[in-house]
T-cell receptor, first 113, second 114 residues
């Protein structure tokens, strides 16, 4: 079974802190994604990566950055956390090509106080 | 043009009834339309998907109906069961490139009452 693992399920951080959300996939997928899930807004793409060290902005990249140094690992970084970044963050991966299933992790609930 | 609009936001159905969730898109470049199902505390998982060269796809109690001219597609859950209670997301995939990126709808929370 494909497994996308998000190391932190629940985090509480203070405003202004630097936050790292880590994600690892075990299926040698080329593509990895970070989505944010908010009620009524669905899943919004923050960043995606189609290869090591390659990244592209999604629909809501402001306030976030990413890092992909190894194929299996994709990190989301909040440089200076703000309360409006309180949300559920979902990491996902997929093999190359459109029409391929995107596999999601179980999510990281981030609360910024 | 990149948006996918999903309705209703929430839906309550009696056990055995039919659940219908609708989505609309604008970008005619989309060529892959999956539905994802998410249970509380879990990440979304692929339920069923369709390409625009067919008008309907059925897998068990789940059916996607696709209307290319109207740029709409819908999910029908026949004989809805309490175990179907979940959040459902429609999505659309872009035809160019190999990124596999999906644009998701706003989500529908389905509650099936016993």
């Amino acid at each position: 079974d494909v497994k996308v693992t998000q190391s932190s399920r629940y985090l509480v951080k203070r405003t202004g802190e630097k936050v790292f959300l880590e994600c690892v996939q075990d299926m040698d997928h080329e593509n990895m994604f970070w989505y944010r899930q908010d009620p009524g807004l669905g899943l919004r793409l923050i960043y995606f990566s189609y290869d090591v060290k390659m990244k592209e902005k999604g629909d809501i990249p402001e306030g976030y950055s990413v890092s992909r140094e190894k194929k299996e690992r994709f990190s989301l970084i909040l440089e200076s956390a703000s309360t409006n970044q309180t949300s559920m963050y979902l990491c996902a991966s997929s093999p190359t090509g459109t029409g391929n299933t995107i596999y999601f992790g179980e999510g990281s609930w981030l609360t910024v106080v | 043009q990149q948006q996918v609009k999903q309705s209703p936001q929430s839906l309550i159905v009696q056990k055995g009834g039919i659940s219908i969730i609708n989505c609309a898109y604008e970008n005619t470049a989309f060529d892959y339309f999956p539905w994802y199902q998410q249970f509380p505390g879990k990440g979304p998982a692929l339920l069923i998907a369709i390409r625009p060269d067919v008008s309907e796809k059925k897998e068990g109690r789940f059916t996607i109906s696709f209307n290319k001219s109207a740029k709409q597609f819908s999910l029908h859950i026949m004989d809805s069961q309490p175990g179907d209670s979940a959040t459902y997301f429609c999505a659309a995939g872009l035809g160019s490139g190999n990124t596999g990126k999906l644009i998701f709808g706003q989500g529908t929370t389905l509650q099936v009452k016993p």
